[in-house]
């Protein structure tokens, strides 16, 4: 099957399927990507749940669309999509507060317009980790995190990449929705 009929069919999928932001994060599984274009889908799982509301490739203001950006209310937490390590975390222009990890087979994520960072770069992070909180930082006009998944610098189309979300409630994580509450609350009150 070639790329275009893969994309075909995907785009059908997610049209007969769309993705549900009451679904549950499926277990992460080791990244195998075994081309340029194609890559092991169990290998990174969503970063936070909620509607995609831009896709890879779609036509901007601002030209290509380098990744997918998922709504989400402020606050909610953002996991890593795999294992790997913080490269960078900060501002980055119009990105705003920005996250970067690397993977196994030259792979990276990139998650963007973050409220808050709760990570700092060296950490190593494995797949869900708490990394930061969905905000609207740098030139967004609503709360999402801009995804993007790249290999060796390129980026690929995340929909290709990601686990198809699997129903149930997601799993508590007591401590981690403590913090981003208590940061939540504490940006509130700054203003």
């Given amino acids: 099957m070639t790329l275009k009929q893969r994309l075909r069919a995907l785009s059908l999928l997610i049209l007969l399927f769309p993705i ?17 274009t194609e890559g092991d889908r169990a290998g990174f ?21 380098s990744g997918v950006d998922i709504k989400a209310p402020r606050g909610t937490p953002i996991r890593a999509a795999a294992p790997g390590i913080v490269t960078f975390s900060g501002r980055q222009s119009s990105y705003g507060r920005t996250v970067k990890i690397a993977h ?22 494995k797949a869900g980790t708490l990394i930061g909180t969905v ?39 007591r401590h981690e929705a403590r913090a981003a509450a208590q940061h939540q609350s504490t940006s509130e009150i700054k203003g």
């Fill in 20 to 36: 549900n932001p009451h679904t549950a994060y499926p277990a992460a599984k080791s990244v195998e990507a075994r081309s340029d």
């Fill in 45 to 65: 799982i969503w970063p936070v749940r909620g509607p995609v509301i831009s896709r890879f490739g779609s036509s901007r203001l601002s030209g290509w669309h």
């Fill in 104 to 125: 196994a087979n030259g792979l990276s994520t990139v998650y963007a317009h973050n409220s808050a960072n709760f990570v700092k770069p060296g950490d190593p992070v």
């Fill in 135 to 173: 905000g609207r930082t740098g030139r967004a006009t609503t709360n999402h995190v801009h995804f993007e998944i790249r290999r060796k610098g390129v980026a690929k189309n995340p929909l290709l990449l990601l686990q198809r979300p699997q129903p149930g409630p997601m799993p508590a994580r």
